[in-house]
């Protein structure tokens, strides 16, 4: 069993569409947890960081964590084409180690 | 502007050669890593440098080799003991010199064995 499991997709929706995309992992030691944005060929770019459980909101995205689940959440709010991308998920214990997903492909038509 | 480099982006090999995949940062980092992407998978982390001239390995350093002489670099190469290492390389550093969270990222170098 891998440490984070995602959902490769592809995800398609329409434009202003609410989507979520989802995370479980298996290590309870977890307490940083990113989101990345990547675009076709090229670098990974940070979205959100939540430290420990809640939510955390910026602008049309919010991420959400819980804990006792094990499962993670980003939420964009009325998606746009440019949304368009693969996101992945990523979980820290506190150290040099962190853990991605294989990444989730969205697809935002217009 | 602030940010990492990678170089070249996209790299074709022959089998038996070495190739080295070079990363500048301006960002001041102390912490720099190199990962693997393949299709499919997480991101795997092959070598990680948090202070110059030191090193450590990855999940998955077998077959690469760094060096860490200057804070704004931190070049992988990529040797012939690399079995199977056609992949996407990618560079990154992170604010925090002892917690890799909001880890800045280069656009990534295509290797390709030939």
């Known amino acids: 069993q891998k440490e984070v499991e995602q959902d490769p997709g592809p995800l398609s929706v329409p434009e202003g569409a609410i989507v979520s995309l989802n995370c479980t992992y298996s290590n309870s030691a977890f307490q940083y947890f990113m989101w990345y944005r990547q675009y076709s060929r090229k670098g990974p770019e940070l979205l959100m960081y939540?430290?420990?459980?809640g939510n955390k909101e910026d602008g049309r995205f919010t991420a959400q964590v819980d804990k006792s689940s094990k499962y993670i959440s980003l939420f964009i709010r009325d998606s746009q084409p440019s949304d368009s991308a693969t996101y992945l998920c990523a979980m820290n214990t506190g150290g040099f180690k962190t853990i991605f997903g294989a990444g989730t492909r969205l697809f935002v038509k217009a | 502007d602030g940010g990492i480099t990678q170089s070249p982006k996209y790299l074709f090999r022959k089998e038996g050669q070495n190739v080295t995949l070079s990363c500048e940062q301006n960002?001041?980092?102390?912490?720099m890593y190199w990962y693997r992407q393949d299709p499919g998978q997480g991101l795997r982390l092959i070598y990680y440098?948090?202070?110059?001239?030191?090193?450590q390995k990855g999940d998955i350093a077998e077959g690469y080799s760094v060096s860490r002489e200057k804070k704004e670099s931190f070049p992988l190469t990529v040797t012939s003991a690399q079995k199977n290492p056609t992949a996407f390389y990618l560079c990154a550093s992170s604010l925090r010199d002892s917690l890799n969270t909001e880890a800045f990222f280069g656009q990534g170098t295509r290797l390709t064995v030939v």
């Open positions: 440098s948090q202070i110059v001239n030191d090193f």
């Open positions: 939540t430290y420990s459980s």
């Open positions: 960002l001041n980092h102390d912490a």
